[in-house]
């Protein structure tokens, strides 16, 4: 009888795998229409994604804010806590989109607009800066010289001109933003708010029934510092970018600097990115400063600028994300490299917390395999 069971057994595993040979095969056969469908279907699901993921970035200021519903003696606001939480959020984002579009964007698109407009004119009046400086001059090495002799006759129109950028920017928008994937996307993100303790403890529950105890309580504390690690950095580079643009609008302003939002803005922007971020901003902010505006005013607000990156630096910037982030700056600027290089800006960005993450894993890791290497050195010894 059990040998007639093993056979089975056997008989059955090599069924299997004959099927599941034929399926690869066939999947592989058929590589572009699989891709075509697996594509397809993640078109489909892609809002529900995007939903999850603006759910899981106002989680945190709604759950302070329930907290802070919750406290209140009006009874309506404790019933419903968690509902006014969600509306209070996004009442906030409603009014930061209608202030940016309505007051900020306008000024940053028509600097962009004037600044495409007469580009070529700013190109030639730095050919000729360059030309009439003396002979002498460190800027007239043989390298710069074969340099600028190559861009000479070229007509930056025909590569950034209004009509592309406006095709640039209307084909990114059409892209990454439909109105029908945005309002799921939005609409996913409000249910799991309003459901995410439900979620939270079957996410929970589950986790607890498939791993072991040990498992399940490091799954648990690497999500918790994960979590608060992400949080803070998100949020902190966020409003420190904020704070950044709008200071370096100001000085720009006062100082008279041509484009001075469009600047500050694409400054704030890039603050974002740590330490690279900054150089890239204010190297080519000097650049435009220097074609618009001459020599003195690009070092005035060179000065200017890495006065308040300093401040930024060692004030603005470590009261408001702390020290959530302790790992050094060559390790950060490792991290950036290896992101940017493989998911652009967007990996330059999260770079500095994914390393964090995985700074205090491998760390972790290293303590238990010490731990157990010294206790089976206290066994031998004994």
């Not at 802070?68 to 009442?91: D, E, L, P, Q």
């Not at 984002?93 to 004037?114: C, E, N, R």
Request: hydrophobic share 55%.
């Amino acid at each position: 009888m059990e040998n007639k069971k093993e056979q089975i057994k056997k008989w059955g595993y090599w069924f299997l795998l004959g099927v599941a040979l034929i399926v690869i095969y066939k999947c592989l056969d058929n590589f572009t229409d699989v891709t075509g469908v697996i594509g397809n279907f993640l078109s489909v699901i892609a809002p529900f994604f995007v939903g999850i993921f603006i759910a899981y970035l106002l989680y945190m200021p709604c759950r302070k804010l329930e907290t802070f519903f919750r406290k209140r003696k009006i009874k309506i606001f404790k019933r419903k806590a968690r509902t006014f939480s969600i509306i209070t959020v996004y009442f906030i984002i409603l009014l930061v989109i209608v202030i940016l579009f309505s007051f900020i964007l306008p000024v940053v698109w028509d600097s962009i607009v004037d600044f495409v407009s007469n580009i070529q004119s700013y190109y030639e009046t730095a050919i000729e800066r360059y030309n009439s400086l003396p002979q002498d001059s460190i800027l007239k090495s043989e390298q710069v010289n074969e340099f600028i002799d190559s861009i000479k006759h070229i007509d930056i129109r025909e590569y950034f001109n209004f009509d592309k950028v406006m095709g640039y920017i209307s084909g990114a928008i059409s892209a990454v933003t439909g109105i029908v994937d945005v309002f799921v996307a939005v609409i996913v993100s409000i249910y799991v708010l309003a459901e995410r303790g439900k979620i939270l403890t079957f996410v929970k529950r589950f986790a607890e029934a498939i791993f072991k105890e040990r498992t399940y309580k490091n799954l648990d504390k690497y999500y918790k510092h994960s979590n608060e690690i992400f949080f803070k950095f998100i949020a902190g580079q966020f409003l420190d970018a904020i704070v950044v643009g709008i200071l370096t609008t100001i000085a720009m302003t006062i100082m008279g600097v041509k484009y001075a939002p469009l600047l500050g803005f694409f400054i704030g922007i890039f603050n974002m990115i740590p330490f690279v971020g900054a150089i890239i901003a204010v190297g080519i902010s000097a650049i435009i400063t220097l074609i618009t505006g001459g020599l003195s005013q690009a070092i005035w607000m060179l000065i200017v600028v890495i006065i308040l990156q300093q401040i930024d630096a060692n004030i603005i910037n470590p009261k408001i994300i702390g020290k959530t982030l302790k790992i050094s700056p060559l390790l950060v600027l490792l991290a950036i490299s290896i992101g940017g290089a493989y998911f652009g800006i967007l990996g330059m960005f999260l770079a500095v917390p994914v390393i964090a993450i995985a700074k205090i894993l491998i760390e972790d890791f290293v303590d238990y395999r010490l731990a157990i290497k010294k206790g089976k050195e206290k066994e031998e010894q004994s």
